[in-house]
């Protein structure tokens, strides 16, 4: 999801043949990753989010992908509980964390949330640009010109709609995966069911927990509608996966979330953050 570029046709076919021998949380999880792969793919045909060639088809079918992936989510029986924050503690975002029954779970519902993100930033942005643009005609008859304003206030109407609904589910879904950090480091305030204590994830090394946790929160912090103090937290988060688990590319992520740059700029972005230096990468 982060590199833009297309699924490979191979994985997809070899996916679809495993798929009548998965159940549970495997299928689940599966039928996840070919939303994914769906998101890939429509990626890829731009050169850029911002590129808007051919915008009424990115919108129509990104909008196909986002009502399957709300399915996707209300259809999943592998939830999750939501435990509100009894007191102040610096593992835990906002006022509630969330536990999970096993690794998988929470690793799907980050998944979702991850390219939920970016599927909702990108019809933010094509979105946009349609509202703005401008509708051309030759024809001179009042009437017809009478009838074109009302469509087009109409479509900017929904645009705009659309847009509230994307930013709202961006909110929350960054806020979901900062809830889902201290099950994945197993830090929760005392009372918390953490990762530990499910035996199927007993032997899960601790390092392998940081590592799944790494691209959601990068991805949580780097779009435009989350706080500075939320992009701070996850910071910082990322700097203990770093220090606790020894994950350095948590530390690489971090100093990006701080120069606002993205990872395919890691060749020429030197990993120093000088004081007071300003960017607008993103």
Not at 28 to 37: K, Q
Not at 149 to 165: A, E, G, N
Request: aromatic share 10%; charged share 15%.
């Amino acid at each position: 999801m982060q590199r833009r570029a297309a699924i490979s046709e191979t994985i997809t076919s070899w996916s679809l043949l495993s798929l009548p021998y998965e159940s549970g949380e495997d299928l689940t999880a599966s039928n996840l990753s070919f939303l994914v792969v769906e998101f890939c793919n429509l990626r890829s045909l731009m050169t850029s989010m911002h590129d808007f060639t051919n915008s009424a088809a990115i919108v129509s079918a990104a909008l196909m992908i986002e009502a399957s992936l709300a399915t996707w989510a209300a259809d999943n029986p592998y939830g999750y509980n939501t435990v509100p924050l009894m007191a102040r503690s610096d593992a835990v975002f906002a006022d509630y964390y969330h536990t999970y029954s096993s690794i998988l779970t929470a690793t799907s519902w980050n998944s979702y949330r991850s390219v939920r993100i970016l599927l909702n930033e990108l019809l933010i942005v094509q979105l946009s640009h349609l509202s703005q643009s401008e509708f051309q005609y030759e024809d001179e008859d009042e009437e017809f010109l009478n009838l074109a304003q009302d469509s087009k206030l109409l479509l900017q109407q929904q645009y705009q709609s659309q847009i509230f609904h994307s930013r709202a589910v961006i909110v929350q879904l960054t806020q979901d995966i900062c809830a889902s950090v201290p099950y994945y480091l197993s830090d929760a305030p005392s009372g918390g069911h953490l990762l530990i204590e499910h035996p199927q994830s007993e032997q899960l090394p601790r390092a392998a927990c940081g590592n799944l946790l790494l691209w959601p929160l990068f991805t949580a912090a780097c779009t435009n509608m989350v706080s500075n103090v939320m992009r701070t937290w996850v910071v910082q988060r990322l700097e203990k996966i770093a220090d606790v688990a020894g994950i350095q590319q948590a530390r690489a992520l971090a100093i990006l979330l701080c120069l606002r740059k993205d990872p395919p700029t890691w060749h020429d972005t030197e990993f120093t953050v000088h004081e007071n230096e300003t960017t607008d990468e993103w």
